[in-house]
């Protein structure tokens, strides 16, 4: 004998009861069967919605059942559909209408009194699985299948606790064996979670309940399995409609099933293993849509696939915490036997206990729904020494979860708890309390209900995937850099994967006017032609949606160069998302945002990098870095950072006008669309700043020396046009400059330096043999005289500028988060 049961989904569709039909004809080939069926899925929550409206006295109850009601029938249509079986499909029909007339008289009733009483309750919901099973009888009768229908109630005999009634096993058992005893039929139908109380009285077995009708009559008839088919293939390492990576288990322990049942597996109802586990018959989770996938098998001993000591993780939502606490508690006993008592008595049920070792407080977690009861209830019992100031008011805490690490084998391993909880730091989910069980079979935490997807999907990729890291990027600013990057990720992801374990993803993309967020990843062939279709752009749009998404190593990269943008980074970082920063405003504005960024990025374990905004891609800011944290100590650094002034000043001569020469570099993109910008200095004065800065040393822009080379006329120009006009006005003034410098021997650059606290920038003739007097075409340079080099710089030169060098540093800074 074999016991099969089958869940809401497997039972809520035409197409599904076909799949279903053909299992238990393929199964009772080999062996007698008792079929368990649930109601039709989602059906159960109906009746409970239009129970609760008709005793709100709201009319719509009777929408709910009039889709209750259509929902039936589309499926008996379905089913005898071209079956050419018209009389069976009438009975049947009138059978179902027979039985909805009565609910819709019981919902009548509900709605006249305005009453719904536990016990009409179970009444209700009762008709879920007494429709489901008379519906599926009648099909497998009318195909010829030998099968009969016993109702349960009158097998599985409770007390009258209703809604979660308590099975009384010796008079159940009984009336299994009895029953079974004399049916000769291989099939035997069941509707699962509906029972009797010894006076008649309709009772059920608790929500999910069906899987703990078919492990009792399991159980009592000592059968070989107990198969439990529903809409996914085992249970899972995770929820897999959280976490996507989530992969059936293969085989589990009972004590791992009924840890991870109990803590949000819904897959299995918790009470479901007890009655089988005595008898020590196997439960296999399986999937009527996937009938050939292994699924789960949960049997007392786990030897076969025990390398990992994580066996799954799971989640329970809608949970309240409640601490109790006050100097009062302090070393007297009897506290918690009168806080565990007075819950006890009004049934509500305890999920979670933490208490301190210091005694001052206890914490226990609650569902939500019993919250405020449960405060009523404590402030009362405690009323003397709340009083007194002996204890505080009970503080209660909402909209949180539970997170649990499960496993048989996590006692004998150490460091699980040190992992689950680093890497929920490194995400910066809150942990609000912890429990762990003494058997060390599970490590819970409780959490805000918002972070659960994320805790989930992270703790998961720690245990169960440690293969791979998922890097999720929300990038705004696909101009040239932008577009150069994506392009760059696109060619580089499945390297990155493979040789790093990183999984780049694009999450969200913005420019000016659009922005695009896709939670599984864009797609990077087409994602222009997306972005110009997504919604209007908006910062703090973006923003929320990186917020919302809440997904676990976010990394926000800015590629423009603007300012409104570089103010958000704040935002980014309080939410623990990294940024990475093209844009040199945030670093080289005021000292307090940049000291305040700093700070937020070390207090959110979040970084913040921007190397590229010193010399492009080059490694100038990792290596200060490095030399700053190793101990090293700054003396000077000098510099040429500036692209366009070495493009200029190379071809800049006696056969060339300075206009021409800009104009030139202009026209050829090496310049900002306003040449000032970089002849004036103050794009290189920036830089060195942030050098500074980053050498520790808190300076702001106006304290920076800066040695303007331009003449008055030019600085003073009005438009772009205008200061063009001056360079033609001041040529001679400029030939002299480069006079100057050819008379010594030298090459004109434009240099930065820093040097004993202070920094400057300005024009310099650099004789021949200077590592500057060489320097080519875009390239920048950077020497820096520490301790450790104090004769011999260190020195780190190469292009300064252009797009795809931009694009590898910001690639770099991402790769560096990503290895963090
Ligand atoms: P049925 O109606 O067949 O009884 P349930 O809805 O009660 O099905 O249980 C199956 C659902 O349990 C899955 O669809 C899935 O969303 C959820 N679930 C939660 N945690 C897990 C897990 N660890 N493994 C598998 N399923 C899980
Ligand atoms: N129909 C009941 C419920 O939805 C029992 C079950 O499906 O297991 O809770
Ligand atoms: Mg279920």
Redesign the pocket.
Known sequence: MKVL??????VGSTENINKVISILQQQAEESNIAVVV?AV?GITDKLLEAANLACAKDEAYITKYNKIWSKHNKIIEGLFEGSGLKQQEDNLHDLITEKLDELKNLLDGIYLINELSPKTKDKLLSFGETLSSTIIIHTLKSRNIDAVLKNSQELIVTDLNYNNAIVDFKATDKNISTFFESNSCKIVLLPGFVSKAYNGEITTLGR?G??YTAAIIAAALDAKELQ?????S????????LVKQ?A?ITRLSYQEAVE?SHF??????PPTVMPVLKKNIPIV?KNTMEPEAIGTTITEDDQLNGDSPVR????IDNIALMTLQGNGMVGVPGFSKRLFEALAQEKINIILITQSSSEHSICFGIADSDAEHAKELIDAVFEYEIALQKLDPIVVETDLSIIAVVGDKMKSHQGISGKMFSTLGKNNVNIRAIAQGASERNISAVIHKNDVKKALNSLHEQFFEIKTKQINLFITGVGNVGQRLIDQIKQQRAYVKENFKINLRVVGLSNSRFMLVNDDGIDLENWKEDLAKSEKASLNGFFDHAKTLNLRNSVFVDITANDEVAKIYVDYLKQSISVVACNKIACSGNIEYYNELKQLSRKYNASFLFETNVGAGLPVIDTLSHLIASGDKINTIQAVLSGSLNFIFNNFNSETTFYDVVKQAQEEGYTEPDPRIDLSGIDVARKVLILARESGHQIELNELESDNFLTDNAMKADTVDDFFNTLKDDEAYYQSLYKSAEDKNCQLKFVAEFDNGKAKVGLKEIPEGHPFYNLKGKDNIVMFYTQRYPEQPMIIKGAGAGAEVTASGLFADIMRIANN
């Open positions: 049961k089958f869940g809401g989904t497997s649930s899925g999910g069906s899987d439990i088919w529903t809409d996914v085992g249970m899972f390492t995770t929820n897999p409609k989530a059936p991870l949000g597996a819904k897959v299995l109802y989770i799954g993780l799971s989640n």
